[in-house]
């Protein structure tokens, strides 16, 4: 077959299909190319990798919350969730996730409305934008270490604060290691979050609304009021939703960093999956892991139907 | 409606000073001469000592499994996950969502809910495939799947795939033939960035790792934080360093790519 042969072949490709030549899919001879058997195949190492090391994993990590040590079948673990201690620490688990989602989403915005009219390809932007992928990713020890070296108690700035003006922000005890602390840390991997997550939502606003506005005789705080902000809001609080996500399920700052106890839930998951006898129950993590999922499917499920709403505006 | 000049610069002037002072706090840190509040270079002279290599052996040790596992974890991502992207995108168009799906799930599974179940899995692997830390790498290809998919499924979105493999098909080109010499040099963007974002995640991870007793970097760097602070923090930085470059050169892709000769 040579080249010459092209033309014909698109051409009857055509009038098999008249309406959709290209884009309709169902139509063309490619259907046809890989035999039935082979493209299904073709599936099936993406799908055994994942079953193996993705399904299986999740559904155990679900399922061993209803069993006891010696595999019968039990609801003691699930109960288990409802023992003061763990709820006060799915009570604080939340509170560190919501507050420095609220704080790094208002941040981020802001840092993002900053960013407007600045050059997408620009060298402020594309620093800006892989600063914030790394910070983003910046948990676990890393992090942890910075702000000792930050704020821990003989980093420069607390010892200067004292020095100078007498203020010793740790008079009450040094609260970096306890969840308190976590609220400072984790806002610093938060805004840079909302920073990757928000701005593609705040570029899709066009010029047109704001000339449209202008032209009607609408101000700037009308066209914040009444056009950006119903906009953007979806996006707005599906990001933050997503920011919540990240805060909950983060282990590896909390681990590094929290010297006592188990205050929040993953390192809570972490003494049960070492120690096997937290609060005197096996398979403890499987509960707590159970717990955790469902918090995540109601926060992810809320985020994805914001999601469909944000893309909406962004045709 | 674009803020003033005076309105950004205060904002990212302001949030940039906070942001950059654990940074430079770090920095700080790795120049102290213990609690005597002078500043020395002895720690980084240090590493370059003759007995470095004896007295950290664990951290390198950690650094060597790491970058092990990042090469692993591409290696999954390219031989497991980008041919079924492109396979779906060409012949099963119904399974893209189903796709999706699957891949953002460890986002909603997070790495602390799956090692509950990844204990019992790695206890098989452990008797099938031996206890290597390479084999790691399986779970952090889960770990990697929503940032990889995304990288790729923007670049398989920007491309008429089905058109390009059309012509591949059309001009008699064999389906190894069409992978290799058209979809894959359109794809380049997208491969890299998805590589340079695993490589990424994999160095900086620590819950599956720590939880299910491996040694990778940042177990290294929390282990050897607890006796030479000052040396876990100089790997920190030359590792956040490299994150830095690695995702910068993201964005730089990106760019070329509009500016070169696409046309």
């Known amino acids: ?315 | 409606m674009n803020p003033s000049k005076t309105t950004r610069w205060l904002i990212l002037g302001v949030v940039g000073v906070v942001f950059a002072f654990p940074i430079f706090a770090m920095i700080e840190f790795t120049f102290r001469d213990g609690l005597s509040g002078g500043h020395t270079l002895d720690h980084w002279t240090g590493l370059f000592t003759e007995d470095a290599a004896r007295t950290y052996r664990n951290l390198f040790t950690g650094i060597g499994n790491s970058l092990l596992l990042a090469v692993v974890t591409v290696g999954i991502v390219l031989v497991v996950l980008l041919p079924t992207m492109i396979l779906v995108h060409l012949q099963f168009p119904k399974l893209k969502r189903v796709l999706e799906f699957v891949c953002i799930i460890p986002i909603t599974v997070p790495a602390i809910v799956l090692v509950v179940g990844l204990a019992p899995v790695y206890s098989v692997v452990v008797q099938v495939a031996g206890g290597s830390i390479w084999t790691l790498a399986f779970a952090y290809g889960i770990t990697v799947l929503p940032y990889a998919y995304r990288a790729i499924q923007a670049n398989l979105d920007a491309v008429d795939v089905v058109t390009l493999s059309e012509a591949g098909r059309t001009l008699s080109a064999n389906w190894g033939r069409v992978l290799w010499h058209v979809l894959l040099p359109n794809l380049k963007r997208g491969v890299l960035a998805a590589s340079f974002i695993s490589v990424a995640v994999v160095l900086g991870e620590f819950t599956i790792a720590s939880l299910l007793n491996r040694v990778n970097l940042q177990t290294a760097l929390l282990q050897v934080g607890q006796s030479d602070p000052y040396v876990a923090i100089i790997f920190a930085l030359l590792a956040l360093l490299f994150a830095f470059v690695l995702l910068l050169s993201i964005g730089r892709l990106g760019r070329t790519r509009r500016t070169g000769s696409e046309s």
């Open chain 1, 1 to 315: 077959m040579t080249v010459a042969n092209a033309p014909v072949l698109v051409s009857g490709v055509a009038e098999s299909s008249p309406q959709h030549p290209i884009t309709e899919p169902a139509s063309s001879p490619r259907r046809r190319a890989l035999s039935g058997l082979a493209k299904y195949l073709g599936l099936a190492p993406f799908t055994i990798y994942v079953v193996i090391f993705l399904g299986i994993p999740t559904v155990l990590a679900i399922v061993t919350g209803f069993f006891a040590e010696d595999g019968s079948f039990t609801f003691a673990n699930i109960a288990g969730l409802a023992d003061p201690l763990v709820l006060s620490t799915f009570a604080s688990s939340f509170w560190v996730s919501a507050i420095t989602a609220i704080i790094g989403s208002v941040v981020g915005a802001l840092v993002c409305y900053a960013l407007l009219g600045t050059r997408a390809g620009g060298a402020l932007r594309s620093f800006i934008d892989s600063a914030s992928s790394v910070l983003a990713q910046f948990g676990g020890v890393m992090l942890a270490f910075a702000f000792i070296a930050a704020i821990g108690g003989q980093s420069l700035l607390v010892l200067w604060l004292k020095d100078t003006i007498g203020f010793d922000i740790y008079a009450d005890g040094v609260w970096l290691y306890q969840p308190a602390g976590l609220l400072v840390v984790y806002t610093y991997f938060q805004v840079p979050l909302m920073i990757i997550t928000f701005l593609p939502a705040l570029e899709g606003l066009k010029t047109q609304w704001a000339e449209a506005n202008a032209t009607l005789g609408g101000t700037r705080f009308t066209y914040w009021t009444k056009i950006a902000f119903p906009v953007l809001a979806p996006s707005f609080f599906g990001s933050l939703l997503l920011l919540f996500a990240n805060a909950f399920s983060s282990y590896a700052t909390a681990a590094a960093l929290v010297s006592q106890g188990s205050p929040i839930v993953p390192l809570q998951i972490r003494a049960a999956l070492v120690s096997e006898t937290v609060l005197g129950r096996e398979n403890m993590a499987g509960a707590l892991a159970l717990g955790m999922v469902v918090v995540m499917v109601i926060v992810m499920w809320g985020y994805s139907v914001l999601q469909g709403r944000t893309s909406r505006w962004q045709k």
